[in-house]
C-alpha cells in the first residue's frame, strides 16, 4: 500500500545511546519531514526535507541529524539520546505542487529515553 | 502570540449536532492544511486548501485569505469524528508547516 512506512513503532533507549528512526514513502513525494508530539503540545518540526541531497532545520533541531540521499528515504537520527528527547515522533510526506490532500503520515514511533 | 491559532481549545458536541472549529493566522501563506488525529495516535490529512472551499463527505474546510481564517465544519457528527482537529499554515510549498495547537472534539451519543 502507498503511504509513509516509519519504523520501529516502539523504542526504548538509556540515556547516550544513539539510534536511527526509519522513514520511507513510495509516493515520489519531494517534501519530507520530521516533527515530535508532547503530552499538551502540539506537533513541532525537527527537520526537513524539500528534496534529495537538502535538508534544513525546524523549530527543535538540537540532538537529530538527518540526511536525504534518496527520494524516498528520510532517516532521524538521534545521536546521544537524553531524556526530553522522550516523545511520540511522526514522519510525513507531501508533495511540493499543490492540489491533493497534503500531507501523509506514518503510524508513529513512541520512543523512551531512560 | 502564536502565528497558528484555534479555537475553541476544547469542544463537546452531541450527536448530530453542526460543528465549527476555527483556525487564524497572521503570516502570508500559500495553503492551509487541516489534520486529524484519533485517539489512538494516528494523524490523518483532511484537506488542503489555497483558496475557496472544499468538502469531502460530511466535512467542509473553507478558507478566506484577506481575513487570514479558516473553518472546519463537521455535519451532522458522530462519536467516530472525535479526534484532535490540527490547523498548518504553510507559508510556501518549499517552507516549513506552522501548526496550530488543535482542537480537542468529543462528540457524545
Known amino acids: 500500500n502507498a503511504g509513509v512506512t516509519q519504523t520501529p513503532k516502539f523504542q526504548v533507549l538509556k540515556t547516550g545511546q544513539s539510534m536511527t528512526l526509519q522513514c520511507a514513502q513510495d509516493m515520489n513525494h519531494e517534501y519530507m519531514s520530521w516533527y515530535r508530539q508532547d503530552p499538551g503540545m502540539g506537533l513541532r518540526l525537527i527537520h526537513y526535507?524539500?528534496?534529495?541531497?537538502?535538508?534544513d532545520q525546524g523549530e527543535v533541531p538540537n540532538g537529530y541529524n538527518v540526511s536525504r540521499s534518496t527520494t524516498e528515504d528520510f532517516p532521524l537520527r538521534l545521536l546521544s539520546a537524553a531524556p526530553s528527547q522522550t516523545s511520540v515522533y511522526f514522519c510525513?510526506?507531501?508533495?511540493?505542487?499543490?492540489?491533493?490532500?497534503?500531507?501523509?503520515f506514518g503510524s508513529g514511533t513512541r520512543l523512551t529515553v531512560v | 502570540k502564536n502565528e497558528v491559532e484555534q479555537s475553541p481549545q476544547n469542544l463537546t458536541a452531541q450527536e448530530g449536532e453542526f460543528i465549527t472549529i476555527n483556525c487564524s493566522y497572521s503570516?502570508?501563506?500559500?495553503?492551509l492544511h487541516w489534520l486529524q488525529q484519533h485517539p489512538g495516535g494516528g494523524i490523518v490529512s483532511l484537506f488542503m486548501l489555497s483558496s475557496g472551499k472544499k468538502k469531502h463527505g460530511r466535512l467542509i474546510a473553507t478558507i478566506n485569505i484577506q481575513e487570514k481564517h479558516s473553518s472546519l465544519h463537521i455535519t451532522a457528527s458522530h462519536p467516530r469524528d472525535s479526534a484532535v482537529y490540527i490547523c498548518?499554515?504553510?507559508?510556501?510549498?518549499?517552507?516549513?508547516?506552522?501548526f496550530g495547537p488543535g482542537t480537542s472534539l468529543s462528540v457524545i451519543p
Open positions: 526535507s524539500v528534496g534529495a541531497g537538502i535538508t
Open positions: 503570516v502570508g501563506i500559500s495553503a
Open positions: 510525513a510526506s507531501r508533495p511540493i505542487r499543490q492540489g491533493g490532500y497534503g500531507y501523509t
Open positions: 498548518a499554515a504553510l507559508k510556501t510549498s518549499y517552507d516549513k508547516v506552522i
